[in-house]
């Protein structure tokens, strides 16, 4: 038997390097089944791609390779990938585009708040709609305000059209003046300060006769603050007034805290104004189905469903809370236009078919003799690359709890809808919110 002792250490290094052979063997064999197998999945991958893809990538190496200067990749691919804009809702977007996509649909500005109007502008920068709890709005500016001039303080204004006032915005640091009035010969026009940054966008506001509150998330919570909008004193005394801009960040719970709100006033009436509400995500418009199903049975119900092409479908729920805030006798009406759309219409859709309100309750902007919203039925959905970069697809149709699909053709007068004819952006008095109420009174 040998003992410990009679280990000499050449006899070691020995054993070492016979082993060592064999591993160096054993890790030289698992790199050349690495490489085999890459190149065996590689053209395997290669082949299994339609004719047409192994053309596209063929093109563009040749291109990218052999054309006579260096190509600029990013707009070689930019235009490649604008193919994909297969509707008008399907689009690519890179990664710093999709990464701003999910900011802004979050709930988190980082701009003015303003949207130009491309309509009704007489030649004019006009405002579409200013984002709830933005610089522009917090600074006192209105939907359907004209721009006139604008600079980096009171004394310094310049006239410009939208490219130049864009321009002007997007280099500027700090806060700068806009001159902004109603009319469009800048009769009541006034000077504003508006600072551009970072702010906690509000997707609702509440109105009535007492004044009007926007509630900003702060600090994970949300807090309740005076809108500079004011209250709507034609209002009846038991009615209150929601506009729900788009359902995206904590519009959900926005939502709730109005009717909260509208509860603790003792309003157990509503109007609902979704005009030049575009829509957003499902889950949020699933959270504000819940609060008018008012003869829905049991808890769970079907607020929407999605009809993909191989046929499966996805049902979207919703609560039961239609007691919580509303009565038997309560009254809802709801606004909407030509840019009410997608989950705006899904919500009506969803009203209707569990009888919050009939269709002589929804009031549609008419334009040339025709009153109707939107009209867009289907649902997109992203799919993000490993790269983070994401495409965003139209994948189903939207179908309302009673079964009905209103795309391509929206919610009209044929239904029941109360056409109001009014202009698209409102001036100093909103002409078809006061038709309106003027009628429900």
Not at 155 to 164: I, K, P, R, V, Y
Not at 355 to 366: C, E, L, P, S, T
Not at 414 to 436: M, Y
Request: aromatic share 12%.
């Amino acid at each position: 038997m040998q003992r410990l002792d009679e280990f000499k250490w050449e006899d070691v290094a020995a054993q070492r390097r016979h082993g060592g052979g064999k591993r160096a063997v054993v890790v030289l064999g698992c790199i050349l089944l690495a490489v085999f197998f890459f190149f065996t999945g590689w053209y395997a991958h290669w082949f299994s791609l339609s004719e047409n893809a192994r053309n596209l990538l063929w093109a563009i190496e040749t291109a990218t390779n052999g054309y006579y200067q260096p190509v600029d990749e990013e707009a070689l691919y930019q235009h490649f990938f604008e193919v994909f804009a297969l509707d008008p809702y399907s689009t690519y977007y890179s990664k710093e585009e999709y990464n701003a996509v999910l900011n802004a649909n979050g709930g988190q500005g980082a701009d003015t708040g303003i949207s130009i109007s491309p309509y009704e502008n007489n030649g004019k920068i006009r405002i579409f709609r200013i984002g709830g709890n933005s610089p522009a709005e917090r600074a006192g500016i209105l939907d359907g305000m004209y721009i006139h001039r604008f600079g980096a303080d009171g004394n310094s204004l310049q006239t410009g059209d939208q490219n130049e006032l864009i321009s002007f915005v997007g280099r500027h640091v700090g806060a700068f003046s806009l001159e902004c009035g109603f009319a469009a010969d800048g009769s009541d026009a006034r000077i504003y300060t508006v600072a551009s940054g970072e702010y906690a966008l509000s997707e609702c506001l509440y109105r009535d006769r007492e004044g009007a509150v926007r509630f900003v998330s702060e600090n994970a919570s949300l807090v309740a603050n005076d809108a500079a909008i004011g209250a709507l004193n034609e209002l009846p005394a038991d009615t209150a007034y929601i506009r729900l801009d788009e359902f995206y960040g904590r519009a959900a719970a926005e939502f709730e805290a109005c009717l909260k709100l509208m509860k603790a006033r003792g309003r157990t009436n509503l109007i609902l104004d979704l005009r030049c509400n575009g829509g957003g995500y499902l889950s949020v418009f699933s959270e504000i189905a819940s609060f008018f199903s008012k003869n829905a049975e049991g808890s769970r119900l079907v607020a929407a469903t999605a009809r993909y092409r191989d046929g499966v479908e996805e049902n979207f729920y919703s609560e039961n809370r239609y007691d919580e805030f509303f009565t038997d006798s309560t009254r809802i009406f709801v606004l909407a236009d030509e840019f009410s759309a997608s989950a705006s219409e899904c919500l009506i859709g969803a009203m209707v078919s569990f009888g919050a309100v009939d269709y002589a309750d929804i009031f549609v902007r008419k334009e040339g003799g025709v009153a109707k919203t939107y009209g867009k039925g289907i649902m997109q959905t992203s799919y993000v690359s490993p790269q983070g970069s994401a495409l965003k697809l139209t994948t189903a149709e939207i179908f309302w709890p009673n079964g009905k699909s209103i795309h391509g053709v929206g919610v009209t007068e044929k239904d029941g809808a109360v056409g109001i004819s009014a202009t698209l952006l409102p001036g100093a008095e909103d002409g078809f919110l006061t038709q309106v109420i003027n009628l429900i009174a």
